[in-house]
């Protein structure tokens, strides 16, 4: 794990000044999904009916782990919208600010703004923007109120949201809980947790896009947190029970 980290930065450092954007997200892929494998963890892509890709879009997705950005990179490259404090994070916190994370500082209203206005310009430059509207991870089987104001982007660029719901499963297919980052875990507990975990499946579900026009962001992040939710709540239930 630790050589696969030194060897993304190695590239990052090296190779990135000289790459394009498309040489980019190539490497950013392939590096991701090696990693994926090294944790153990397989991936299971879905897709529910009418849920075709669109492009331009704004990606979101509910939040459980640190391990979320590598999942939905093996799927495509992002840029991804992340809390500040990964950015002192061993290793991955710069290696995330490399590959193009935007950090932003809890609250903050001047800084939501400026975040903002580079994700209208980044959506409009062609770019995959993705973020967590939760704001900070939760258990499995839980999804938080999503915050509004970064969906203001999707409007202003006039692109729709592309929602995703993301969840880790073992080999019994139940919610796999050495996935969760939560409360006063810090980030090498919760690696040590995954690759203790005896192997998961990250199983990653496209949902149809949710149309912008007309939308005020109050609205759409409502819309997108009840689709996720949705889309999440057979398994959820069904964990419920089983424990009960």
């Not at 932003?104 to 903002?116: E, F, K, L, Q």
């Not at 206005?117 to 939760?134: Q, T, Y």
Request: net charge neutral; hydrophobic share 45%.
């Amino acid at each position: 794990m630790v050589l696969h980290l030194l060897i993304g930065l190695g590239k990052v450092a090296l190779l990135f000044p000289f790459l394009g954007a498309a040489g980019r997200e190539q490497r950013v892929q392939r590096w991701s999904r090696q990693l994926v494998g090294i944790c153990g963890v397989r991936m299971r892509f879905d897709q529910t009916q009418q849920a075709a890709p669109v492009s331009p879009a704004l990606i979101i997705c509910n939040h459980i782990s640190w391990l979320d950005i590598f999942v939905i990179n093996t799927l495509h490259s992002c840029r991804f919208v992340a809390k500040s404090d990964i950015r002192s994070w061993p290793l991955i916190g710069w290696l995330c600010e490399h590959t193009g994370t935007i950090f932003i500082a809890r609250g903050r209203a001047r800084d939501v703004r400026r975040i903002y206005e580079g994700l209208v310009k980044s959506i409009h430059d062609g770019e995959r923007v993705a973020f967590f509207p939760e704001g900070t991870t939760a258990p499995q089987g839980t999804v938080l109120p999503f915050h509004a104001n970064l969906f203001e982007a999707a409007i202003e660029a006039e692109v729709p949201v592309q929602p995703y719901a993301i969840r880790y499963l073992d080999a019994d297919g139940q919610l796999h809980d050495a996935a969760d980052f939560v409360g006063d875990m810090n980030f090498v507990q919760s690696v040590i947790a995954i690759m203790n975990s005896g192997g998961m499946t990250a199983e990653l579900i496209r949902l149809p896009p949710i149309s912008t026009m007309g939308a005020h962001r109050r609205e759409l992040a409502q819309v997108a947190h009840d689709t996720i939710a949705g889309a999440l709540a057979p398994q959820s239930q069904l964990q419920q029970r089983k424990v009960g």
